[in-house]
């Protein structure tokens, strides 16, 4: 099993749970190996609203712009099996944000721990300001992540903003400390970054960040405490240095705009977009795996669906 490659083996566990055998529609034996390039993707309505229920039909799968045979395919969700989660909250203490929007988060957060018991879930806790700090490292007891909120309300750190170096951290986290199996399942990772989206003073860039969090299938999510513009009326929130940075978007996850001081909702619709996801697998010709390149993969709803992947493509090795 090549290093880096954990959704191909969840991928194998997910299609071995189901059924002895994988079979084509020939009846044969399919073999599985290692050559499986994988995705993961979550789907939207025009309204936002995670989209289920759909098959391999309706995806189309494109490498470097030609349509490819999709080989595998798989929803992710609690009805099947309750994949379990690796999750990370990333929370900016900077003085940007107020006690009282810390508390509406706490107590929000805490609300979407409970809704992901069911999971069999891990959960860290980061802050972020001036420096990044860990607040609680993995754990699924609900005691130790209540005690745990409770401490961000003491932690406001200064003027500067780390969000990258805190993306980066969490990532780190992830592919280090965190469970790399729960109840023989490998579990899918999640960075939750709540933040007004403006960073200050990182010492790692996005590009470095969007790469790490690619090579460890980690997919970053943004709850962001918006701005606003008049010359749109102040309706509409101003685009975010984090959003345009393209670290949302390149890992595959989601914005989600606190645009009331009530958080439940948000993180409602938070839970539901995590937990509801496709992997999508095929196998590549034997010239690519010569050939040590990128290539770009774009995966597209047939009916007109957003789609969002956890990664812009692929590249392979030569066997030794």
């Known amino acids: 099993m090549r290093d880096g490659r954990p959704l191909v083996l969840a991928l194998i566990l997910f299609l071995t749970a189901l059924v ?9 034996v399919i073999k599985i190996d290692t050559d499986l390039v994988s995705f993961e993707v979550s789907v939207t309505d025009n309204d936002g609203n995670p989209v ?29 099996s309750g994949r379990p989660l ?13 006690r009282d929007e810390l508390i509406n988060l706490r107590n929000a957060m805490q609300t979407f721990v409970g809704r ?17 700090k860990t607040v609680q490292s993995f754990t699924n007891k609900p005691n130790k992540l209540k005690k745990s909120f409770e401490k961000i309300l003491k932690d ?4 500067s903003t780390h969000a990258y170096d805190a993306v980066d951290e969490a990532v780190r986290m992830l592919r280090k400390k965190s469970p790399p199996m729960i109840r023989q399942q490998i579990p899918k990772r999640v960075v939750i970054v709540v933040t007004d989206g403006y960073p200050v003073g990182d010492t790692v860039t996005p590009a470095t960040v969007i790469e790490r969090a690619n090579d460890a299938e980690t997919s970053v999510y943004a709850v962001i405490l918006p701005s606003y ?12 240095l984090l959003e345009a940075s393209g670290l949302i978007e390149k890992t ?11 958080f439940e909702p948000l993180f409602k619709a938070l839970a539901e977009e995590i937990t509801a996801s496709y992997a999508v697998a095929f196998y590549p010709p034997e010239s ?19 789609v969002i992947q956890n990664k812009s493509g692929y590249s392979l090795k030569d066997k030794d």
């Open 52 to 80: 289920r229920g759909l098959t391999a039909e309706d995806f189309n799968l494109f490498v470097d712009g030609k349509q490819r045979q999709i080989d595998f395919f798989k929803p992710i969700r609690k009805d099947d």
């Open 156 to 159: 406001q750190d200064g003027l």
């Open 229 to 240: 513009s008049r010359l749109s009326g102040g309706n509409k929130p101003v685009l975010t």
């Open 252 to 262: 595959g996850g989601r914005s989600f705009y606190a645009t009331e001081n009530d």
């Open 288 to 306: 690519e795996t010569r050939q040590n390149r990128f290539y770009r993969v774009n995966i597209e709803s047939a009916k007109g669906f957003s």
């Open 20 to 28: 002895p055998a994988v079979r084509g529609q020939d009846g044969d």
């Open 116 to 132: 992901l018991a069911d999971y069999h879930s891990y959960f860290a806790i980061t802050t972020f300001g001036m420096e990044v």
């Open 86 to 98: 690796s999750v990370v909250f990333a929370l900016d203490v900077s003085g940007s944000i107020t």
